[in-house]
């Protein structure tokens, strides 16, 4: 494995299990042997074991006495609150988007949506849901909020890996959409268009996905959607 300039061996391991676990080839549960992820990254056991602690931080493998490192687990409850605070952030991000977006902005926003689109247009193939991840975190960025880019990458990581999992389990999981009417919201710099479409779209999914599973929570999200 060819080692990206300056990355260092704990980063490059903690990509590669990532990249794993997102995309559900290691499925929750399983445990990670770090003896053989060292010797498959051709490093030793500390830069693993470097990264795992990462991901345990993280919240995507459990370190458990006796049983070693395991891949965790996201309920339907979790992923419940992932969307609740989507519901709140994305749209924030959406609207400073329409207000700060460059011409070359836009023209990168609309390369990722083609090629998120694309994805799902091949047959027989497990979409990659990192895409998706890509173009949202994409339009955090041109909002110029680095923390609001980390929060909704990680939010739309954890979206990610729970329909990477399904798709896995052989269950259904909604269809790609087009972004194309949030885009040419941010391209009309209609920051108050841009917000209300991202919103609609987040609870619409979740619907989708969750079909009410989580009865307590439908009201903390009922109660986001009055938010201003």
Do not use: C
């Amino acid at each position: 494995m060819e080692l990206p300039q300056k990355e260092s061996l704990a980063d490059a391991a903690y990509r590669h299990l990532k990249r794993l676990i997102l995309s559900a080839t290691l499925s929750p549960d399983t445990v990670i042997d770090e003896k053989l992820v060292a010797a498959e990254l051709g490093m030793s056991r500390t830069p693993v074991r470097q990264a795992t602690s990462r991901l345990a931080a993280e919240g995507f493998v459990r370190v458990l006495p006796q049983r070693g490192t395991l891949v965790a687990q996201l309920s339907v409850s979790d992923i419940e609150q992932v969307y609740l605070l989507r519901s709140l952030v994305e749209p924030v991000a959406a609207s400073l988007a329409a207000q700060r977006a460059t011409p070359q902005d836009l023209e990168r926003l609309e390369a990722f949506e083609r090629e998120y689109l694309a994805e799902f247009d091949i047959e027989d193939h497990i979409p990659d849901h990192a895409l998706h991840t890509r173009l949202h975190t994409a339009i955090a960025e041109v909002a110029g909020m680095p923390r609001l880019v980390r929060l909704i990458r990680e939010l739309q990581e954890q979206t990610q890996w729970f329909l990477a999992v399904r798709v896995r389990e052989g269950r259904q999981v909604p269809s790609p959409h087009s972004h194309q009417t949030l885009l040419s919201a941010i391209r009309d710099g209609d920051a108050e268009r841009a917000r209300d479409i991202s919103r609609t779209a987040i609870l619409g999914s979740r619907s989708k996905i969750l079909n009410g599973a989580v009865p307590e929570a439908d009201l903390l999200l009922a109660t986001a959607t009055t938010l201003p």
